[in-house]
């Protein structure tokens, strides 16, 4: 037998042909690796859905490597020399195939990196660790951005990032005379007969192999597996990117921070999931976006509140990730210590925003940002959440979720845990944000407009008691201060109907 030069170990995100490691490779004389591994699919409870999509895209990847040339070896889950781990499986190809080195880019996850550090031991092989440049932004060059900086702030990240791919540039100056078009993304949404949808797919007969699979090795996991039609293929999620820039792109900046009930998508791409597992290019949809802004198809604010999305945040959060673990994932600043409420897998709440946000996750595998920063994620803050178990659940429930992007997310965004590294303040509201920037309020059984009492919005109680809980980490923050200051007014027995409604609702948590 001839002895396999590089082994190349491809990883369900990495599902790029012109991936680092295989660029590097010679389809002649290289072998890749790909499994389906059930520590993978299981050091979180993975949603039905998340499982199913990454196990089908990868098959159909592997069937296009292979068209392409290559020989590839594919262990699915069921295999039976499938071997459970990253490890184990590389270490069962090494003895069989004697290769002369390792070859692996760059993993998105800690965890992994620190497997992919402990082989060339191991297994007495060398193993080139390749970079991953399928982002803009390398852990290195944000390093070096970072490095003096007495505060990491996203938006001159972003702008160096616009300077450096030339996107919505005039020359040196930005489009549109200045850098940051938010302020116009905050309008609340109508029901529209018409709202566009992303497109859909239906499963073909590998994508059907993988949802019996998924049915038969997962059904404990959380979440609805059908109906199912996410891309699984490059050109696939390409023509759902396609149709997103056609039909929803030029509302999407007016209407990315609304929610509607009965409406999980509006405006917004839903491509997330694509991009951080490979099937899309981040630079490439940008400079999509950025065609049909010149072409006058879009409005400047729509362009670049989606390119903000993609070359500002997407490539900020890698960059805190990398530069911040391990440790990130233990932050704490607050304290919170109250376990996960039980409504986030079933729903079962009488609060209408959280039983939407919670009841489309379980459907989708996604919900918008907003809905995860203002709704799940602002609750878990106000009412003292765990933000390690916070940060388990966003990694597990959602389709576009990995570490890297996740956990930056949840950890600074969402629930403020490493002290305002990430973000300039807590993003804490009452009732009063989800009532202007949603339609749930209406429907829901508590009233948005009344603080205390069994029939308030607890989000207004929660919020009030988490001022005032908070005070001494939160007064000198120039944000939120004014709230210390407008709590500090209310007359003693207000505070007190505040903190006993606070203590009465947290109570049938």
């Not at 591994?37 to 499982?51: F, M, N």
């Not at 070359?311 to 990130?328: D, F, N, S």
């Not at 749930?440 to 919005?457: F, L, N």
């Amino acid at each position: 037998m001839t002895r396999v030069r590089n082994l190349i170990l491809v990883l369900g995100d990495q599902l790029t042909p012109t991936l680092s490691s295989l660029a590097a490779g010679d389809p002649l004389r290289d072998r890749v690796l790909m499994a389906e591994l059930h520590d993978e699919a299981t050091y979180v409870r993975h949603h039905k859905k998340k499982i199913a999509f990454l196990f089908a895209a990868m098959r159909h990847f592997a069937q296009g490597l292979r068209a392409g040339g290559w020989t590839l070896d594919y262990i699915t889950l069921d295999a039976p020399d499938n071997q459970g781990s990253f490890t184990a499986q590389v270490a069962q190809a090494v003895a069989q195939l004697r290769p002369e080195r390792i070859v692996v880019t760059e993993p998105g996850e800690w965890r992994v990196a620190q497997m992919f550090a402990g082989w060339q031991e191991r297994f007495k092989v060398p193993v080139d660790v390749l970079p991953d440049d399928r982002f803009l932004s390398s852990p290195t060059e944000f390093r070096g951005w970072a490095e003096g900086r007495k505060q990491l702030r996203m938006e001159y990240f972003y702008r160096d990032m616009r300077r450096k791919t030339g996107l919505l540039m005039e020359g040196d100056q930005p489009a549109g005379g200045q850098w940051n078009f938010d302020a116009d993304n905050r309008k609340p949404a109508d029901a529209d007969l018409f709202m566009p949808q992303p497109l859909a797919f239906e499963p073909d007969a590998i994508t059907q192999d993988v949802l019996a699979l998924v049915a038969a090795r997962f059904d404990n996991h959380f979440g609805d597996l059908m109906p199912f039609g996410y891309a699984v293929t490059r050109a696939d999620a390409e023509a759902a990117f396609a149709a997103f820039v056609k039909k929803a792109l030029p509302r999407f900046g007016d209407y990315q921070d609304a929610m509607l009930t009965g409406e999980p998508f509006l405006y917004h791409a839903v491509i997330a999931q694509y991009l951080n597992c490979g099937l899309l290019d981040p630079l490439q949809v940008c400079r999509q976006v950025e065609a049909a802004w010149r072409a006058g198809k879009v409005p400047l604010n729509a362009a670049e509140g989606f390119i903000r999305q993609i070359i500002g945040w997407r490539e900020y959060v890698r960059g805190i990730y990398w530069l911040k673990m391990p440790g990130y994932e233990a932050s704490n600043f607050f304290g919170h210590t109250r376990p996960l409420p039980g409504f986030y897998w079933t729903a079962e709440t009488d609060m209408a925003c959280v039983k939407a946000a919670v009841t489309q996750t379980k459907e989708q595998a996604y919900a918008h940002h907003i809905q995860r920063l203002m709704v799940t994620g602002n609750f878990a803050m106000l009412a003292g959440i765990d933000p390690h178990e916070l940060h388990e659940w966003y990694l597990g429930v959602y389709a576009d979720a990995y570490e890297w992007v996740e956990l930056p997310n949840t950890v600074g965004m969402s629930q403020f845990a490493d002290g305002g590294l990430l973000a300039s303040k807590p993003y804490a509201a009452s009732g009063a944000y989800i009532n202007r920037m949603s339609n749930y309020c209406g429907s829901c059984r508590y009233a948005v407009k009344q603080r205390t009492g069994p029939d308030a919005c607890p989000f207004n109680a929660l919020y009030w008691d988490f001022i005032s809980r908070h005070r001494d980490k939160i007064g000198s923050n120039p944000r939120i201060a004014q709230m210390v200051r407008t709590y500090d007014k209310f007359a003693p027995d207000e505070q007190q109907r505040i903190a006993q409604s606070a203590a009465a609702f947290l109570a049938t948590l």
